[in-house]
């Protein structure tokens, strides 16, 4: 029997893995301590004033949201110092990436991104149709910007510069970045990805926001989902100039983002004196362990964001499972490494534990 003809592209796309939630047995219940450090989520609970502003909205729910985001869209044009039509919202800042290529590229042209980067990133740019071009990282784990600036042709649309990178946690600085986006054509789309911008406290790291300022074909994606912990409702959102941010308007799911979001959007961005303690408690925390992990012999990646990276290659599927046994599940990469996310001190202090075993068998 024959099916429905589905685009050719789809045949080579893998499906998205989502970073494993903790063990649990049969009937779902948890089984010993368990911990999740497999999505670089925030272990926090919402912000002070969060839930409730999610909750009233709940009481609406047999309404459409707003669809234009107003009262967000205000509040975030207000404190990045940008015109309000350059801010475009959308569901998580996955679904505003996948805006963006729809928005730019499709079958003929050419996305480039640093290898190994966000795992998004190739599906959403081979759903597009788009070919994807990987450019490796250097040897120091970060984005080798010379080669992807030399990458670039004359069917390139867009480039992703991850900035923490994910998976590694690396960064890369103002001066590199100014010298490659003096490189890229102006009429390719630079997105600074900066979803982890929070948890960054190198000086030397750019605010992507204030190059978009000198520069229409720069981009920046930023999340709600992480430093401000709102990772299950989905929302994220772009600034680009025009005529970017009006094609990612056009191009949006219509009332793709909830009150809920919308809402506690906004009240997490009004709870910033608690977010900045929790974002300082965690960068403490990421000194710590990145300390402790050095001080057992291993190789941490410099990270600026909510996640270290070690790259265990062959004894990467090992170290996920062993981390499994003893209570905390990891992002594991078969064959090359495996992402931590930085989590509740309990949860650390069994990664640690469990690294430090590892390290005496090897
Ligand atoms: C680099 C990067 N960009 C974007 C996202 C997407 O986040 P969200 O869609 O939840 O905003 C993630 C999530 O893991 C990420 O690591």
């Known amino acids: 029997m024959t099916t429905p003809k589905l685009r050719a592209e789809l045949d080579s796309i893998p499906t998205y893995k989502p970073g494993r939630p903790p063990a649990a047995d049969e009937d779902g219940a948890q089984t010993g301590p368990a911990f999740k450090l497999s999505s670089n989520e925030n272990p926090y609970p919402p912000l002070p004033g969060v839930l409730e502003a999610a909750i009233a909205a709940a009481g609406s729910i047999n309404r459409y949201p707003d669809m234009a985001c107003s009262a967000l869209t205000d509040e975030l044009a207000a404190r990045f110092g940008v015109p309000a039509e350059h801010v475009a919202t959308g569901t998580g800042s996955v679904g505003v990436a996948q805006q963006l290529l729809q928005v730019t590229s499709g079958p003929g042209d050419e996305v480039i991104y640093a290898w190994r980067s966000f795992e998004a990133y190739p599906i959403i740019t081979r759903i597009s149709g788009a070919t994807a071009v990987h450019v490796p990282l ?204 930085i989590g509740e001190a309990e949860a650390n202090a069994i990664l640690l534990r469990t690294a430090e075993s590892f390290r005496k068998e090897l």
């Open 138 to 341: 250097d040897a120091d784990e970060r984005h080798d910007l010379d080669a992807m600036a030399d990458a670039v042709t004359e069917r390139t649309r867009l480039i992703f510069v991850c900035n923490p990178n994910n998976p590694t946690g690396t960064v890369v600085r103002r001066a590199a970045l100014e010298r490659f986006l003096d490189r890229v054509p102006s009429d390719v789309l630079v997105v600074l990805d900066e979803a982890y911008r929070e948890f960054i406290t190198d000086e030397e790291v750019p605010d992507g926001v204030d190059l978009y300022r000198e520069r229409p074909n720069v981009a920046v994606l930023r999340t709600f989902s992480k430093a401000y912990g709102l990772a299950g409702l989905r929302i994220g959102f772009a600034i680009a100039h025009d005529p970017v941010a009006a094609a990612l308007r056009k191009t949006a799911v219509p009332f793709g983002v909830s009150q809920l979001a919308q809402d506690a959007a906004v009240a997490s961005l009004r709870a910033e004196p608690a977010l900045l303690e929790r974002v300082a408690g965690l960068v403490a925390e990421r000194a710590r362990v990145v300390e402790a992990l050095s001080g057992q012999g291993w190789t941490v990646a410099e990270t600026q964001a909510n996640f270290v990276w070690l790259r265990l290659g062959e004894r990467t599927t090992d170290f996920a499972a062993q981390c499994e046994r003893a209570g905390v599940t990891v992002r594991p990469f078969a064959g090359e490494g495996v992402r931590i996310t």
